[in-house]
T-cell receptor, first 115, second 112 residues
């Protein structure tokens, strides 16, 4: 069974640009969450999607957005990049929350560097 | 909002010594999960605790969930070099769909 796949693995962007990151969840998983990991702030929740609907959102500015497609694949977009957006962006998939086991399976992440 | 504090931030041990990391939530949790992240890797699920006072063991690892479901601990007996990494606790609130609130993590270094 393939794991969570994130593309690209590495990105270098310039301030002011926008970026789109992609996440393919484990087959059968319909919940996809996104997290930002930085040395200073740790792992912070961005948003969660289930069946193409955003069910939960973290405390990030509106420049951070996401969506989920009918095949459960998800994308997140960051517009008007700032230096502080440099981070490892992790996607995690899981079975729906009403199932007993809600462990999250993380992808390898996308390392975004803003210069 | 919900906050999860984790201590210590760093722990250096000699191989064979024990290790413990503690988590404390500002609110009552639905469940708590533990993850391990190796250097350069991604978080990998270790275990989930759901019941008040629950204790679970995985070989040398012992996980506890407090009676009030607000605190948890991970204890490793007789550490090995393969235990190196960052250990995170992550709390799930009552209505927080898919939203894990992570502690800051404890970076474990094991000296051979």
């Amino acid at each position: 069974k393939a794991g969570v796949t994130q593309t690209p693995r590495y990105l270098i962007k310039t301030r002011g640009q926008q970026v789109t990151l992609s996440c393919s969840p484990i087959s059968g998983h319909r919940s996809v969450s996104w997290y930002q990991q930085t040395p200073g702030q740790g792992l912070q929740f961005l948003f969660e999607y289930f069946s193409e609907t955003q069910r939960n959102k973290g405390n990030f500015p509106g420049r951070f957005s996401g969506r989920q497609f009918s095949n459960s694949r998800s994308e997140m977009n960051v517009s008007t990049l700032e230096l502080g957006d440099s981070a490892l962006y992790l996607c995690a998939s899981s079975l729906p929350r009403d199932r007993p086991n809600t462990e999250a399976f993380f992808g390898q992440g996308t390392r975004l560097t803003v210069v | 909002g919900q906050q999860v504090m984790q201590i210590p931030q760093y722990q250096h041990v000699q191989e064979g010594e024990d290790f413990t990391t503690y988590c404390n939530s500002s609110t009552t949790l639905s469940n708590i999960q533990w993850y391990k992240q190796r250097p350069g890797g991604h978080p990998v699920f270790l275990i989930q605790l759901v019941k008040s006072g629950e204790v679970k063991k995985q070989k040398r690892l012992t996980f506890q969930f407090g009676e009030a479901k607000k605190n948890s601990s991970l204890h490793i007996t007789a550490t090995q070099t393969t235990d190196v990494g960052t250990y995170f606790c992550a709390g799930l609130g009552g209505t927080s769909y898919g939203k894990l609130t992570f502690g800051q993590g404890t970076i474990l270094t094991v000296h051979p």
